[in-house]
């Protein structure tokens, strides 16, 4: 079935760059979606990325997309404290379903 | 745009009664909202797909006769946990999704805040 694995956690320093990974495993993934959650808290979405592209970027979001590996990542330039939540990737295949990952909680430290 | 609202915020009941928690689409038409459960330090779940006016389609394992819900509007969907026990507890959260022009991409949903239900 479908699969999203992500690290569980992630601590960097304010200003650093943060790079959280994702992985999946349904090779009909039409959009590969960034959301972020705060503590008690819905989902915002951040960003997303079609199948066919291999990058995007949003201001200080940049999204990876190595179709062949089945990874996907997120790098957040100059990241603040108020980047620190719960990051998780989700995937569209076939469906319309959304199928998310475990999540990765960044901590930015000051 | 593009704003869902979730009521209650958070609600605690008594075993054995139901709880309803309802779903929002304020400035938008949802023909399709879900149902999502979250366990602490947890992923979403999917609990099931509502489509307004006809029936919920739910996720293998997810039992329909306690978790009933109800699409009878473009802009409302609602869940009811019915005779709730302690291990319903958890954060439920729905989103909407809209065909029409709000999302740069069909697939997009947008979420509510998300309702924490304990069941003492």
């Known amino acids: 079935g479908e699969d999203v694995e992500q690290s569980l956690f992630l601590s960097v320093r304010e200003g650093d760059s943060s790079v959280i990974n994702c992985t999946y495993t349904?090779?009909?993934?039409?959009?590969l979606y960034w959301y972020k959650q705060e503590p008690g808290a819905g989902l915002q979405l951040l960003t997303y990325?079609?199948?066919?592209?291999d990058m995007k970027q949003d201001q200080r979001l940049t999204v990876l997309l190595n179709k062949k590996d089945k990874h996907l990542s997120l790098r957040i330039a100059d990241t603040q404290t108020g980047d620190s939540a719960i990051y998780f990737c989700?995937?569209?295949?076939?469906?319309?379903?959304?199928?998310f990952g475990s999540g990765t909680r960044l901590l930015v430290r000051p | 745009g593009a704003v869902v609202s979730q009521h209650p915020s958070w609600v605690i009941c008594k075993s054995g009664t139901s709880v309803k928690i309802e779903c929002r689409s304020l400035?938008?038409?949802?023909?399709?909202m879900f149902w999502y459960r979250q366990f602490p330090k947890q992923s979403l779940m999917l609990m099931a797909t509502?489509?307004?006016?006809?029936?919920?389609?739910?996720e293998q394992g997810v039992e329909k006769d306690k978790f009933l819900i109800n699409h009878a509007s473009l802009t409302l969907s609602t869940l009811t946990v019915t005779s709730a026990h302690p291990e319903d507890s958890s954060f439920y959260i729905c989103?909407?999704?809209?065909?029409?022009?709000?999302?740069?991409?069909?697939?997009?949903?947008?979420f509510g805040p998300g309702t924490r239900l304990t069941v003492l």
């Open positions: 989103s909407a999704r809209d065909l029409i022009g709000l999302a740069e991409n069909y697939n997009e949903q947008f």
């Open positions: 349904d090779s009909s993934s039409t959009y």
């Open positions: 990325i079609f199948s066919n592209m």
């Open positions: 989700a995937e569209t295949g076939s469906s319309y379903k959304l199928i």
């Open positions: 400035d938008f038409q949802a023909t399709t």
């Open positions: 509502s489509n307004e006016g006809s029936k919920a389609t739910y």
